[in-house]
């Protein structure tokens, strides 16, 4: 199973940014998927999840800002950012849990099973 994560980059508070998250190996439509950032020296946090029927969870700290959103056709989810603030600035990863209540979405990082490389946000003010 292989999660390639994509989108990152510079870009200055206000901006906007998408990321993508594409996912090989998997039959991807089974399972639910999350974004988890971490900035050095602090613990990994949920930013958003989307189950397997489509349902959605999203941080506090993002929440009218951030959408996840998922494509099973292209076995690929994306994380829209926008309005965002330095606070944004972290390495974002991308996650997969197995799916076996369609509807169910985590945010316990614990639950998922597999995890992509990173991908640098970095929001200047």
């Known amino acids: 199973v292989q999660l390639q994560a994509s989108g990152g980059g510079l870009v200055q508070a206000g901006g906007s940014l998408r990321l993508s998250c594409a996912a090989s190996?998997?039959?991807?439509?089974?399972?639910?998927m999350g974004w988890f950032r971490q900035v050095p020296g602090k613990e990994r946090e949920f930013v958003s999840g989307?189950?397997?029927?489509?349902?959605?969870n999203i941080a506090d700290s993002v929440k009218g800002r951030f959408t996840i959103s998922r494509d099973n056709a292209k076995s690929t989810v994306y994380l829209q950012m926008n309005s965002l603030t330095p606070e944004d600035t972290a390495v974002y990863y991308c996650?997969?849990?197995?799916?076996?209540?369609?509807?169910?979405?985590?945010?316990?990082?614990?639950?998922?099973?597999?995890w992509g490389q990173g991908t640098q946000v970095t929001v200047s003010s």
């Open positions: 996650a997969a849990r197995y799916g076996r209540v369609p509807y169910s979405v985590s945010s316990n990082q614990n639950e998922y099973s597999y």
């Open positions: 190996g998997v039959t991807f439509s089974y399972y639910a």
């Open positions: 989307i189950s397997r029927s489509g349902g959605t």
